[in-house]
């Protein structure tokens, strides 16, 4: 029954993830707020929904390596497993403002987080400093984007099918996708600890592994499509963003509501893991600007070393 659990959980999650995007991007269509806009404020808040609810739920029901765990093994997949099995199925091009703006941020993110934890705790205001620095970074990226003109960016939705749409409809997309989240992280929650409950495993094992590939899913098959469409819009940056706002948001507004207690594995080991692949992205970036296969493969070849020393 846990293993069901796991996996209605999981399937839950997107799909509300996805019904609270497409509802909240129909209304603020109606309202003729700029794609921009949109893309960086609803879009990235719904696709990591799911992170933010699980980290939530598992703090606030005592299980801190259920929540750390979670970021710490999505912010690893992104760059190792996502970016690295999409680029084996497509070379990826990297902007000049991904290596120049977005890759510094989540790096002085992933440093923060790693001084944070050294006590064992990240407190209530460590988490008000990681949210400042999400409102701060969105305000910069916001600013910076509107000064070349009207850009329009891809909300990945019909947007003329989604401003044509009725109010009422979006609405209870929300809603529905509100309540879908909320017993998705239920389901999913109970699921893993039963599941490491039974077979005497850490819930950080379950977390890094099970439950952070089960929220980055949504990433993992948006990316992988586009790359068998052979889209060539494929975002490094993208991947990116979801990893600081993993770090500010999540882990910001989740320690805001509850202090989270870190596990000596996440300080002697994980969080070294996350800071060794954040940086090893810069140079296979910079060589030529593009991550082409054989990065790609390596960076999967790296995720996969990785989770064999998390369950040895």
Same mark, same amino acid.
């Given at each position: 029954m846990e293993y069901v659990l796991l996996i209605l959980g999981l399937i839950t999650l997107i799909v509300s993830g996805e019904f609270l995007v497409r509802g909240a991007v129909g209304i603020a269509l109606?309202? =003729?707020?700029?794609?921009? +806009?949109?893309?960086?404020?609803?879009? &990235?808040?719904?696709? &990591? $929904?799911?992170?933010? @609810? +699980?980290?939530? #739920?598992?703090?606030?029901? *005592?299980?801190?390596?259920?929540?750390?765990?979670? /970021? +710490?093994?999505? =912010?690893? $997949? !992104?760059?190792?497993?996502?970016?690295?099995?999409?680029?084996?199925?497509?070379?990826?091009?990297?902007?000049? &403002?991904?290596?120049?703006?977005?890759?510094?941020?989540?790096?002085?993110?992933?440093? @923060? %987080?790693?001084? %944070?934890?050294? !006590? $064992? !705790?990240?407190?209530?205001?460590?988490?008000?400093? %990681?949210?400042?620095?999400?409102?701060? %970074?969105?305000?910069?990226?916001?600013?910076?984007?509107?000064? !070349?003109?009207?850009?329009?960016?891809?909300?990945? +939705?019909?947007?003329? #099918? $989604?401003?044509? &749409?009725?109010? /009422?409809?979006?609405? @209870?997309?929300?809603?529905? *996708?509100?309540v879908g989240l909320a017993f998705g992280a239920n389901w999913l929650l109970d699921g893993a600890i039963t599941i490491a409950t039974n077979f005497g495993v850490s819930e950080h094992i379950i977390a890094v592994t099970i439950v952070a590939f089960g929220t980055s899913v949504p990433e993992l098959i948006t990316s992988v499509m586009a790359a068998l469409k052979k889209e060539t819009d494929i975002s490094v940056g993208n991947l990116i963003g979801s990893n600081i706002f993993n770090i500010l948001g999540v882990l910001g507004i989740t320690a805001l509501v509850k202090e989270i207690p870190v596990s000596a594995q996440v300080i002697t080991n994980d969080i070294y893991w996350v800071l060794g692949i954040s940086l090893l992205l810069l140079p296979l970036m910079l060589i030529g600007y593009k991550v082409n296969r054989y990065r790609g493969l390596f960076l999967f070849l790296a995720y996969c070393i990785y989770i064999y020393f998390v369950v040895s």
């Open positions: 109606k309202f =003729n707020i700029p794609t921009l +806009v949109i893309g960086m404020t609803i879009v &990235s808040f719904g696709t &990591s $929904a799911p992170e933010l @609810l +699980v980290s939530l #739920k598992a703090a606030l029901e *005592g299980h801190p390596e259920l929540s750390i765990g979670n /970021i +710490v093994g999505s =912010n690893v $997949a !992104n760059i190792a497993l996502v970016l690295g099995i999409t680029a084996m199925i497509l070379p990826i091009t990297v902007k000049k &403002s991904t290596v120049k703006v977005d890759w510094p941020i989540m790096m002085g993110a992933t440093t @923060l %987080f790693f001084l %944070f934890i050294l !006590n $064992a !705790n990240i407190e209530w205001y460590e988490g008000l400093i %990681f949210v400042i620095g999400l409102i701060a %970074f969105n305000y910069y990226m916001f600013k910076s984007a509107t000064k !070349n003109e009207t850009e329009e960016v891809d909300l990945d +939705v019909d947007v003329e #099918k $989604a401003k044509n &749409s009725k109010v /009422i409809r979006n609405i @209870l997309l929300i809603l529905v *996708g509100s």
